[in-house]
């Protein structure tokens, strides 16, 4: 089973320094992928950033996470996962972040575990395997 990182792992990696490979030491045989959402998410921050040194040091290490780990997109198989998601914690009043809702499905869809700090939140849903990074 691989895993899809959250882009909570890769903020606190940045703000701290954080060697984030003692995670993945010994795993090598486990795909390890980052969502476009995540991406999206991380350039995002880069892109507010205030000061233009800040904003090119958090650019840097985007563009490095994004050239070192494999992008997953959306597909049709997604989306559908993420529609009966959506649904299902609707119904039930228990709904996450829309962009949580997107990394779930794909980790539900690809049969993948999510590496996470947010744990309390994604716990709402049903089957998805998660790993609590701090």
Request: charged letters at 25%; glycine letters at 10%.
């Amino acid at each position: 089973m691989g895993i899809l990182i959250d882009s909570s792992i890769f903020i606190h990696a940045e703000r701290s320094g954080a060697d984030m490979s003692a995670y993945v030491r010994g795993r090598e045989e486990e795909e390890i992928f980052i969502s476009v959402i995540s991406a999206s998410e991380l350039l995002h921050g880069a892109h507010r950033a205030g000061a233009s040194g800040i904003k090119a040091k958090r650019l840097a290490f985007v563009e490095g996470v994004l050239s070192g780990i494999p992008l997953l997109g959306i597909d049709l198989a997604t989306a559908r996962s993420h529609a009966r998601l959506w649904a299902d914690l609707s119904r039930r009043g228990r709904m996450i972040g829309a962009h949580d809702s997107w990394l779930a499905a794909t980790c539900l869809t690809h049969g993948l575990r999510l590496a996470t700090s947010n744990v309390r939140e994604f716990k709402r849903v049903p089957g998805l395997e998660l790993e609590e990074w701090k």
